[in-house]
């Protein structure tokens, strides 16, 4: 039966990718969960185009990244033009031979307003409920709710009591400004861009074409897969102005050998000016930040949305575990404590990044360098409170408790033969691995595997594991004593040996 706004437990401010991400985690987990969005609609532009191979993981996950692979396309080879002539080529994204192996080894390309259509399909298929033109008006907290007083577009005021609600409301925030949580960064030094989507006649969609010598600054063109579009971005310098159909016209003629008439349509324009903050806290009681709201990026290294998305991934387990299995609410502290130094550190990168800009001289090395630091799979929370490991006389190399779990080959016993890591821990559980062992424990509701003779296997080495449902390993030890003892700390209870997965 459709649950009712006023029965909902978890109230998401934004319906932007990480809102939208968050609650369809959280409506999979049985939380009931419902979204307000001020605007009228989804974001209407292509602006974070970029979905890095971790936060492929994460959409597979949430089984959405199919869909989204048919949406979108590979990231396609930078083309530099000078004096109306294409000069050099090259790829922007290298791939790294000394990348954690996944099944999404580059990262995709899907206009950020498709992402977010696919995502909301997903949450309504799932049972989620979407509201536009709903504005969060202030909020006041308790213990042990969180009161919320919105504004409809039809002028009605509603107030909703809610026991959690989660600030996905971009960089200007209404939840962050109504919590008094500063955002500390970088205001100056950046160069403000305009972005915008158009549509340019005369232009081959196999590349992505750079002007980086032009009168004013750099300009770029990438064909969007699955359009008729072009995403510009281009540097500029002087005062505030409100891009225009008119301005990005003559910006191309003067920037480009292309005509202004050879741009057809601008569905969609903006003017920025790039700053890095970083919120003080990304939690206040019962209310969390998570995308823009906790953090916001000039667009180098293409992390805005991506680290967004995992805020989200993040949050939602553990809010499923205390929402609906009871689990301490001291679990929530992890939250912060794993993704803020996360974003901190993105942050610098994509400062830099964003000031280096993307030139021919020194791509190769540059690309190289993006596309290690930007695939996100090798982010860890080994620092984190949740993070424990008993064994000794570990090598170097090896996979330690916070780390994402190899997705590498792994053999069960009773299994069909070797099979991805992946495919045993999609879905929004917990999973045991007893590596060339037998537990005499295991958790209630979690997925067992005994894993055998296979890379898996090699690269952990004999124990127990214990995966979070986000893929980070949780728990690694080699004593059953110490399972028992870190599943209060998640929601779980033990149990006596049983059948494995």
């Given at each position: 039966?459709?649950?009712?706004?006023?029965d909902?437990?978890?109230?998401?401010?934004g319906?932007?990718?990480?809102?939208?991400?968050?609650?369809?985690?959280?409506?999979r987990?049985g939380?009931?969960?419902h979204?307000?969005?001020?605007?009228?609609q989804?974001f209407?532009?292509?602006?974070?185009?970029g979905i890095?191979?971790?936060?492929?993981?994460?959409f597979?996950d949430?089984?959405?990244m199919?869909?989204?692979?048919a949406?979108?396309?590979?990231f396609?080879?930078?083309?530099?033009?000078?004096?109306?002539?294409?000069?050099?080529a090259?790829?922007?994204?290298?791939?790294?031979?000394?990348?954690?192996?996944?099944?999404?080894?580059?990262?995709?390309?899907?206009?950020?307003?498709?992402?977010q259509e696919?995502?909301?399909d997903?949450?309504?298929?799932?049972?989620?409920?979407?509201?536009?033109?709903?504005?969060?008006v202030?909020?006041?907290?308790?213990?042990?709710?969180?009161?919320?007083?919105?504004?409809?577009?039809?002028?009605?005021?509603?107030t909703?009591?809610?026991p959690?609600?989660?600030?996905?409301?971009?960089?200007?925030?209404?939840?962050?400004?109504?919590?008094?949580?500063?955002?500390?960064?970088?205001?100056g030094?950046?160069?403000?861009?305009?972005?915008?989507?158009?549509r340019v006649?005369?232009?081959?969609?196999g590349?992505?074409?750079?002007?980086?010598?032009?009168p004013?600054?750099?300009l770029?063109?990438?064909?969007l897969p699955?359009?008729?579009?072009?995403q510009?971005s281009?540097r500029?310098?002087?005062?505030?102005?409100a891009?225009t159909?008119q301005t990005?016209?003559?910006?191309?003629a003067a920037?480009t050998?292309?005509?202004?008439?050879?741009v057809?349509?601008?569905?969609?324009?903006?003017?920025?000016?790039?700053?890095?903050?970083?919120?003080?806290?990304?939690?206040?009681?019962?209310?969390f930040?998570?995308?823009?709201?906790?953090h916001?990026?000039?667009?180098?290294?293409g992390?805005?949305?991506n680290?967004?998305?995992?805020?989200?991934?993040?949050?939602?387990w553990k809010?499923?575990?205390?929402?609906?299995?009871?689990?301490?609410?001291?679990?929530?502290?992890?939250?912060?404590?794993e993704r803020?130094?996360?974003?901190?550190?993105?942050?610098?990168?994509?400062a830099?990044?964003y000031?280096?800009?993307?030139?021919?001289?020194?791509a190769?090395?540059q690309?190289?360098?993006?596309?290690?630091?930007?695939?996100?799979?090798?982010?860890?929370?080994?620092?984190?409170?949740?993070?424990?490991?008993t064994?000794?006389?570990?090598?170097p190399?090896a996979a330690?408790?916070?780390?994402?779990?190899?997705?590498?080959?792994c053999?069960t016993?009773?299994?069909?033969?070797?099979?991805?890591?992946?495919e045993l821990?999609r879905?929004?559980?917990?999973?045991?691995l007893a590596?060339?062992?037998e537990?005499?424990?295991v958790?209630t509701?979690?997925?067992?595997?005994?894993?055998?003779?296979?890379?898996?296997?090699?690269?952990?080495?004999?124990?127990?594991?214990?995966?979070r449902?986000?893929?980070?390993?949780?728990?690694?030890?080699?004593?059953?004593a110490h399972?028992t003892r870190?599943?209060?700390?998640?929601?779980?209870r033990?149990?006596?040996?049983?059948?494995?997965a």
């Amino acid at each position: 039966m459709p649950y009712t706004v006023s029965d909902m437990e978890v109230l998401v401010v934004g319906a932007g990718p990480s809102g939208l991400t968050l609650a369809c985690d959280l409506v999979r987990r049985g939380v009931r969960t419902h979204v307000i969005e001020a605007a009228h609609q989804l974001f209407a532009g292509s602006r974070g185009k970029g979905i890095q191979p971790r936060t492929q993981e994460t959409f597979d996950d949430l089984g959405v990244m199919e869909t989204l692979r048919a949406a979108g396309g590979p990231f396609p080879p930078m083309r530099t033009w000078r004096d109306g002539r294409h000069r050099e080529a090259w790829k922007l994204i290298e791939p790294d031979p000394q990348a954690p192996v996944s099944r999404y080894p580059e990262p995709w390309m899907v206009p950020q307003w498709r992402t977010q259509e696919i995502l909301k399909d997903r949450l309504l298929g799932l049972g989620g409920t979407v509201r536009f033109g709903a504005r969060l008006v202030s909020l006041r907290q308790t213990d042990q709710r969180v009161q919320a007083e919105l504004a409809h577009a039809d002028g009605r005021h509603e107030t909703l009591t809610v026991p959690y609600l989660v600030g996905a409301d971009g960089g200007r925030s209404t939840v962050r400004e109504a919590l008094g949580i500063a955002m500390r960064g970088e205001e100056g030094g950046l160069r403000p861009a305009v972005v915008a989507d158009v549509r340019v006649r005369g232009l081959d969609r196999g590349h992505w074409h750079v002007w980086p010598d032009a009168p004013g600054g750099s300009l770029l063109l990438c064909p969007l897969p699955g359009t008729d579009d072009f995403q510009l971005s281009a540097r500029i310098d002087g005062p505030d102005a409100a891009a225009t159909a008119q301005t990005v016209r003559d910006m191309i003629a003067a920037r480009t050998h292309l005509p202004a008439d050879a741009v057809t349509d601008v569905p969609w324009m903006s003017y920025y000016k790039p700053r890095t903050g970083l919120a003080e806290r990304f939690r206040e009681g019962r209310v969390f930040l998570v995308g823009d709201a906790a953090h916001v990026h000039p667009p180098g290294g293409g992390q805005g949305l991506n680290i967004g998305v995992q805020d989200a991934y993040n949050l939602g387990w553990k809010l499923g575990q205390v929402v609906r299995h009871r689990a301490p609410a001291e679990l929530l502290d992890s939250y912060e404590a794993e993704r803020r130094p996360v974003a901190a550190h993105v942050l610098e990168l994509s400062a830099r990044l964003y000031r280096a800009g993307r030139r021919p001289e020194g791509a190769d090395r540059q690309a190289r360098h993006r596309g290690r630091v930007s695939h996100l799979l090798s982010v860890h929370y080994r620092d984190s409170p949740l993070s424990s490991d008993t064994r000794e006389r570990l090598s170097p190399t090896a996979a330690r408790a916070g780390d994402r779990a190899p997705d590498l080959p792994c053999v069960t016993v009773g299994g069909d033969g070797p099979r991805p890591l992946s495919e045993l821990l999609r879905g929004p559980q917990f999973t045991l691995l007893a590596v060339d062992c037998e537990p005499t424990r295991v958790p209630t509701g979690a997925h067992v595997h005994r894993v055998t003779d296979s890379p898996l296997a090699e690269e952990l080495g004999r124990g127990l594991f214990l995966l979070r449902p986000d893929g980070h390993i949780g728990l690694a030890t080699r004593d059953s004593a110490h399972l028992t003892r870190y599943l209060a700390k998640v929601g779980l209870r033990v149990g006596l040996r049983g059948t494995p997965a």
